[in-house]
Every structure is written in C-alpha cells, then in structure tokens.
C-alpha cells in the first residue's frame, strides 16, 4: 500500500515538474521578444512582461514538490549526511510530520479565501494592458503547498519503508 500510494504521487508530481519546465523555454523567448521589441523599437506591452511573470510563478510554485521529490531542496546536512540510511528516514519521517505538513496545511488553510475571493472577482491585471488572469496566479499559493503536502506523504512512505526495513 504505501508503495502504491509513493508511486502514485511520484508520477504525478514528475509529471508536473516535467511539464512545467517548458515554461523557461516560453519564458527565455518572451523575454528576448520583449528585450528586442523594447530596445530594438522602443515598443513593449504590460502582458508580455506578465507572462513572464506568470510563467516564472508557474514554474517555482508548481516545481517545487517535483525538487522536494528529487532531494534537491535546501538541507543544511552538517550531520545528516553522516546518518545511517535508518537515523536518516526518521529525520526525515520527523521532519515531514513537525514541520513540512503543520506549514503546508497552515498555507493552505491561511491562502484558501485569498484565492476564492480572486476567483469571484476574476481578478485581473491593475495595470492598463496587462493580463486579466491575476485569480489563476493566486490560486498557485494554495496549490502549492497541497503539491508539497502529497509529496510529503509520498517522503513519509518512503521513510516508513526504510525504517520498517521494505527498503534500504
């Protein structure tokens, strides 16, 4: 079970982060579109610096489960590193359940309203030209930690199958 349920929400969250990452390709060209069209014309546009914006959002808000999955997230190892794989996958158990799921589960509930209240808005842009789709970016906050919460689950199975021995 906790083999399938890891699988599951490692598929989804490569899945994700594989996606995603197109967007630098997107945000690398508007850029240069938008550096050229400025510099080159003296003619820029409010929604192609936004996109930019929105794309850059995008990629670190919605990658960053896919980074937790792959260990490349920030970790001061001073000791860590010298951990048995067992002493490890309780630092890590320990970790997920004290700090990863209390700050998701508090971004979630703290952002949930902000993004609905958006969302009955369809709030835009403030700025004359820019993009109407300001709801879509803020519903990243909450989706972001609900990301990074089923990725934690995903951690927390690994970490329960190492300690119970299913996995070195």
């Known amino acids: 079970m906790l083999e399938k349920t890891q699988s599951l929400i490692n598929n989804f969250n490569e899945w994700i982060g594989r996606s995603v990452a197109w967007f630098i390709i997107a945000m ?7 550096v ?8 820029g546009l409010i929604a192609i610096q936004e996109s930019v914006i929105y794309l850059h959002s995008f990629v670190f808000m919605l990658a960053i489960a896919y980074t937790y999955k792959h260990n490349e997230h920030v970790r001061v190892d001073i000791f860590y590193s010298k951990y048995s794989d067992s002493q490890k996958a309780w630092t890590d158990f320990l970790g997920t359940v004290f700090l990863l799921f209390p700050f998701c589960i508090y971004l979630i509930f703290s952002s949930w309203e902000y993004a ?21 970016l803020k519903t990243l906050v909450p989706l972001m930690p609900i990301l990074l919460l089923l990725q934690g689950i995903s951690a927390m ?9 299913k996995r070195k």
Do not use: D, H
Request: glycine residues 8%; aromatic residues 16%.
């Open 28 to 34: 690398v060209i508007i850029t240069f579109f938008n």
């Open 116 to 136: 609905s209240n958006s969302w009955q808005l369809l709030e835009g842009s403030r700025e004359a030209g820019g993009l109407p789709l300001v709801f879509i």
């Open 157 to 165: 199975c690994n970490s329960l199958m190492t300690i119970t021995s």
């Open 36 to 43: 050229v069209m400025r510099y080159g014309f003296n003619f």
